[in-house]
């Protein structure tokens, strides 16, 4: 089995910081693309940031200038550093990995159980 566990939620003032983590544990043979995906109350679920293994990232427009994605490929855990939150980043934040368990099989997306992050005004 492999889970996804995050850390690193909570509240937080208008202009504040937090940092997430998410570290992959299990059978795991290779994990390809790290992402962090928010939902709000009422939304759909968003991409907020990707990295690839080799460390090449992407955010969406929201977020741009203000959070940074990094991995550890040897702890197998992916973060999200959160700057200059406002009250429109309050979400459930989930991270997801691209992984195989098998070496023979295509890369599967697995989630983790989501982090609360709330931004105060």
């Known amino acids: 089995q492999v889970q996804l566990v995050e850390s690193g939620g909570g509240l937080v003032q208008a202009g504040g910081s937090l940092r997430l983590s998410c570290a992959a544990s299990?059978?795991?043979?290779?994990?390809?693309?790290m992402g962090w995906y928010r939902q709000a109350p009422g939304k759909q679920r968003e991409l907020v940031a990707t990295i690839t293994s080799r460390g090449s990232t992407s955010y969406a427009d929201s977020v741009s200038g203000r959070f940074t994605i990094s991995r550890d490929n040897a702890k197998n855990t992916v973060y999200l550093q959160m700057n200059s939150l406002k009250p429109e980043d309050t979400a459930v934040y989930y991270c997801?990995?691209?992984?195989?368990?098998?070496?023979?099989?295509?890369?599967?997306?697995?989630w983790g159980q989501g982090t609360q992050v709330t931004v105060s005004s």
């Open positions: 997801a990995a691209d992984l195989r368990i098998y070496v023979w099989e295509t890369a599967r997306k697995y």
């Open positions: 299990g059978r795991i043979v290779v994990i390809n693309d």
